[in-house]
């Protein structure tokens, strides 16, 4: 018996959701591939679940830190062709999975009705322990729950149909990055400019390392030869889940 061809991903949406922990976690791995989504007329919206206050490597206070970040996730948003830019405002550091995140982020998920959400795997990546910051997995997880079953049941949360008029929003796709598991590489080459000009933004998570373009790209130029692109080329990966 022959095995089932994998799922491929919609060639092209409507809208997309990215959900990702702290401002500046879209710019590294993903914003290429939200620059070639805008760019071929996608909608792109961010929800940033907390604003980032436990980041950055100087003496700047931690009550302007938060201000900060968000101010640099608006302008690296930008950038890359996204004006739509939301904070959850959860403390930097220290989210857990609760019932509260889930019906917030289901909340944005049926404020924005995307047919495809990106968000941090919940799986730990055992080789590149980094990219498993434990606020990176927790929201994973909850953006998960919220894609299913959350948002798409009239029945959870129904104080956001009661109480806000949301009605549910079937999520088809779910991109998870800093994946284990990475099925997809998207070809981000020609828009490198603009990923790099997005990460710039985030003066106080990246000023302090000189080498910032050599280390981003070499690990896309590697990301790019272990799918088979050809040399010289960089790319974006992601786990493509289908949730239909």
């Known amino acids: 018996m022959t095995a089932p061809l994998p799922h491929r991903p919609a060639e092209h949406v409507e809208r997309v959701l990215c959900v990702l922990a ?28 907390t604003d980032g206050d436990a980041g950055g490597f100087d003496e700047t206070p931690r ?17 890359v062709g996204v004006s739509d830019v939301r904070f959850l405002g959860y403390p930097d550091g220290r989210l857990e999975l609760t019932l509260d995140l889930r019906r917030d982020i289901s909340r944005v998920i049926r404020q924005v009705r995307p047919q495809r959400v990106l968000t941090t795997s919940p799986e730990r990546f055992w080789d590149r322990i980094g990219a498993s910051h434990p606020d990176h997995m927790t929201v994973g997880e909850s953006t998960l729950r919220a894609v299913y079953p959350d ?30 598991q990475t099925d997809h590489a998207v070809d981000v080459t020609d828009v490198m400019d603009a990923k790099l000009a997005a990460l710039r933004c985030h003066v106080t998570q990246v000023s302090h390392n000189p080498e910032l373009e050599q280390f981003v790209t070499g690990w896309m130029r590697q990301t ?21």
């Open 224 to 244: 790019a030869n272990r799918f088979g692109l050809p040399d010289g080329r960089l790319a974006e990966a992601f786990h493509v889940v289908h949730t239909a």
């Open 63 to 79: 009550d302007q830190m938060g201000p900060l970040r968000q101010a640099e996730q608006r302008a690296a948003a930008a950038a």
């Open 22 to 49: 702290h401002p500046d976690d879209v710019d590294f791995g993903s914003a290429g591939t939200v620059a070639t989504w805008t760019a071929a007329g996608t909608e792109v919206v961010y929800c940033i679940v």
């Open 151 to 180: 948002a798409r049941n009239p029945f959870a949360f129904p104080e956001l149909l009661a109480d806000e008029g949301l009605d549910a929003w079937s999520v088809s796709e779910v991109w998870l990055g800093a994946s284990p």
